[in-house]
């Protein structure tokens, strides 16, 4: 079946750091793949997105590329804020005709001034 | 802030016993979906509804029903309650089926079951 695996948390860096949080992805046929992000005390917000292979989705200066060869879609930030803490998930949609989203468990990313 | 309400935001309740969840989706969606977040689970998609007709379930128990109305509001219904069944449940909404729109989450109603 599908499935999304996430790299484990928390996550610790330092304000200004590289951040990378990985995901890859068991599906078949075409999936859409997401990040959505979740603030303390807060539900969850798309972060970005990307339909299709190669595609690149960004928002708030977060990256992700649908790597179709590796089945992956790793979060990248080039320099994380403290305001950036929360609970990261990466999700799926896969290309059946339903808005099923299937998420890993989450990454908790911590940022210290 | 999504546009999606859900009520109530906390509840306290016995084993045994029966609560229902409301959601309310974003102006002009059509599709509602619920989901759970518990700690050993994750997030787990639970039912979608699409215009008022259930369009997808996932691992809902038959202890759990929802239902879309002509108003597009949707409840879930949780009944004969367990220890277990403690968790966050989110409901969302989209315009369309879900591939191709942005997908909108409330904030959750906690239930704690005691």
């Known amino acids: 079946g599908n499935s999304v695996t996430q790299m484990e948390g928390p996550v610790t860096l330092s304000e200004e750091a590289f951040l990378t949080i990985n995901c890859t992805y068991t599906a078949t046929g075409y999936p859409s793949l997401f990040w959505y992000v979740q603030y303390p005390g807060e539900g969850l917000q798309l972060l970005l997105k990307?339909?299709?292979?190669?595609d690149k989705g960004s928002n708030k200066g977060f990256e992700a590329t649908y790597r179709k060869e590796t089945t992956s879609f790793h979060l990248e930030k080039g320099s994380v804020q403290v305001s950036d803490s929360a609970v990261y998930f990466c999700a799926l949609i896969s290309s059946g005709n339903t808005g099923k989203l299937i998420f890993g468990q989450g990454t908790t990313l911590q940022v210290k001034p | 802030d999504s546009g999606v309400t859900q009520t109530p935001k906390h509840l306290i309740t016995a084993t045994g016993q029966r609560v229902t969840l409301r959601c309310s989706p974003r102006s002009g969606d059509l599709s509602v979906y619920w989901y759970q977040q518990s700690l050993d689970q994750g997030l787990q998609f639970l039912i979608q509804y699409y215009n008022g007709e259930e369009r997808a379930k996932g691992n809902i128990l038959e202890r759990f029903s929802a239902q879309q109305f002509p108003d597009l509001h949707s409840e879930l219904n949780l009944s004969s309650l367990e220890l277990g069944d403690s968790a966050l449940y989110f409901c969302?909404?989209?315009?369309?089926?879900?591939?191709?729109?942005?997908?909108?989450f409330g904030e959750g109603s906690w239930l704690t079951v005691v």
């Open positions: 969302a909404s989209s315009v369309d089926e879900g591939k191709r729109n942005t997908i909108y």
């Open positions: 990307a339909t299709k292979a190669d």
